[in-house]
């Protein structure tokens, strides 16, 4: 069955009003009808299976016939800080983040950023619609830009571990970062430029490591992808948490 999103679902809803956009896509595009079965997310855990009812205007009311939580996996606990890119670059790393389950994602202007557009309403859209494909329980949280020293200063979990992606010589494999149990992880991935040399000191003064990825000069986007799958590679490959 195909996914949709509604927000509003709770498991005590007996009926649910999709919203606009949700009700065309599932006429227009999928071109369903009364009677046709469905699952429903609502980015927060929540999954449910219903029955689309009848068209109420532009709206579409279905059934719940039944909800489920679905519990949080690793991923959730990431958070991939990016500087700001060129929009179809940034349009492609939060579509795979979101279908690799990250829980936050916050976009930096950095000394190197030279892209400065960031349309809110339209990088929401490209989450939700990969949480969709990927048949997702979770919505990333995507923030607007932040400059990266105020990043910095809003603080971290005591036990968070931070992570910042760079090509300088000290910087070690994600396999031999020590992280331990299994608790919230903030990596840092640069624009185009990278890092300048002030900003990696300043991550490193807020208790950031530095990572390699691979021995190649990465785009951006592939980093973002490149360090997540190695942290969940990594948990998983092992068992247990190292």
């Known amino acids: 069955m195909d996914f949709f999103y509604a927000e509003a679902l709770n498991e005590t ?7 606009a956009d949700e009700s065309r896509h599932l006429q227009k595009v999928f071109r369903k009808r009364p009677g046709e079965r469905i699952f429903l997310s609502n980015g927060n855990g929540g999954i449910a299976e219903a029955t ?3 068209r ?20 959730r606990l990431i958070t991939v800080a990016v500087g700001v890119i060129r929009p179809n670059r940034l349009d492609w790393a939060v579509e795979k983040l979101t279908e690799l389950g990250v829980g936050h994602i916050q976009p930096l202007h950095t000394r190197y950023t030279d892209a400065r ?8 859209n490209v989450a939700v619609s990969a949480m969709k494909q990927s048949r997702q329980a979770y919505l990333p949280q995507v923030s607007s830009p932040l400059p990266f020293s105020d990043w910095l200063h809003r603080g971290f979990a005591d036990d968070s571990v931070r992570l910042l992606a760079h090509l300088n010589p000290e910087a070690r494999p994600v396999h031999e970062i020590e992280i331990g149990s ?14 300048s040399a002030e900003e990696i000191e300043m991550a490193r003064e807020s208790g950031f490591r530095l990572i390699s990825l691979t021995d190649t000069v990465l785009r951006s986007e592939t980093a973002c992808v490149a360090a997540v799958s190695q942290l969940w590679m990594r948990f998983n490959d092992s068992g247990n948490q190292k």
């Open 182 to 195: 299994l608790r919230p992880i903030c990596i840092a991935i640069g624009p185009e430029g990278g890092f």
């Open 52 to 54: 689309f009812l009848e």
């Open 56 to 75: 109420q205007r532009n709206q579409i009311i279905c059934r719940v016939d039944s909800f489920r939580h679905i519990p949080p996996s690793l991923p």
């Open 13 to 19: 809803d007996q009926t649910i009003l999709l919203c």
């Open 117 to 124: 557009s960031f349309k809110a309403g339209h990088i929401r």
